[in-house]
C-alpha cells in the first residue's frame, strides 16, 4: 500500500487547510486511514482516523474543529482543519492500516509527512 499526502502549508491563526491521502497498490489490506503529526521534540501523536465503514476518532484537541471523511471509490481521506492553532504546527502524517474491533488499530502503512505551520 502506497499512502500519498498533500496540502500542507502555511497558515495564520484562525485559518483553515485541507490535507489528503490517497492510498493505492493494495488496498484490501486496508480498513482504516487516518492522520498523524509529530511536532519537534515531541511524539507522534493520533489526530484522526476514519474505517471503511465511517466510523472516525479523534484526539480531544482537534475535536469540533477538525474532519476526518474519506472517498472509498478513490481510496482517499480527507482531513478538513478548521480555527487552527499555533499549536497545530506539526509534520502530519498519512497513514493506513486494519482496525480490530472498535478501537485496536495496527498502522502499517505510512506516507511522507506534509509539513502544517500555524503562524502570523
Known amino acids: 500500500v502506497q499512502l500519498q499526502a498533500s496540502g500542507g502549508g502555511l497558515v495564520q491563526p484562525g485559518g483553515s487547510l485541507i490535507l489528503s491521502c490517497a492510498a493505492s497498490?493494495?488496498?484490501?489490506?486496508?480498513?482504516?486511514m487516518g492522520w498523524y503529526r509529530q511536532a519537534p521534540g515531541k511524539q507522534r501523536d493520533l489526530v484522526a482516523l476514519?474505517?471503511?465503514?465511517?466510523?472516525?476518532n479523534y484526539a480531544d484537541s482537534v475535536k469540533g474543529r477538525f474532519t476526518i471523511s474519506r472517498d472509498n471509490a478513490k481510496g482517499t481521506v480527507y482531513l478538513q482543519m478548521n480555527s487552527l492553532k499555533p499549536e497545530d504546527t506539526a509534520v502530519y502524517f498519512c497513514?493506513?492500516?486494519?482496525?480490530?474491533?472498535?478501537?485496536?488499530?495496527?498502522?502499517?502503512?505510512w506516507g511522507e509527512g506534509t509539513q502544517v505551520t500555524v503562524s502570523s
Open positions: 497513514a493506513a492500516g486494519w482496525v480490530f474491533g472498535t478501537s485496536i488499530y495496527q498502522m502499517d502503512y
Open positions: 497498490g493494495s488496498i484490501g489490506k486496508i480498513n482504516v
Open positions: 476514519i474505517t471503511n465503514s465511517g466510523t472516525t
